[in-house]
């Protein structure tokens, strides 16, 4: 069993910065891909982003990709994600889920086993 507790969700206006936080408690942090998802009201749950367990590689969304940093901290069981150039259209609530690293990389929600309760990210035009 894995928690995630997602926080650093907010209001923020468009062009500024958030950093969401994802503390995970239960097995072997460092055995788990973690991915970040959002899901905008009335839509399906979007792959963001993803990082390995050794945070040797990373997949981004394309809708992000220049704007959004994942990393990882594995000593202290916690994954990030920098969102830098918010735009109105990156309104979402984010979820943060755990994958075994065993099993590669994927971008769909379906391939997460543990998920957080997500945090609330609203962009202001």
């Known amino acids: 069993q894995v928690q995630l507790v997602e926080s650093g969700g907010g209001l923020v206006q468009a062009g500024g910065s958030l950093r969401l936080s994802c503390a995970a408690s239960?097995?072997?942090?460092?055995?788990?891909?973690m991915g970040w998802f959002r899901q905008a009201p009335g839509k399906e749950r979007d792959f963001v982003a993803a990082?390995?367990?050794?945070?040797?590689?990373?997949w981004y969304a394309d809708s992000v990709k220049g704007r959004f940093t994942i990393s990882r901290d594995n000593a202290k069981n916690t994954v990030y994600l920098q969102m830098n150039s918010l735009k109105p259209e990156d309104t979402a609530v984010y979820y943060c889920?755990?994958?075994?690293?065993?099993?590669?990389?994927?971008?769909?929600?379906?391939?997460?086993?543990?998920w957080g309760q997500g945090t609330q990210v609203t962009v202001s035009s």
């Open positions: 239960g097995r072997t942090f460092s055995s788990y891909t």
């Open positions: 889920a755990t994958r075994p690293a065993r099993y590669g990389i994927v971008t769909t929600a379906g391939g997460y086993d543990y």
């Open positions: 990082i390995s367990w050794n945070a040797g590689n990373t």
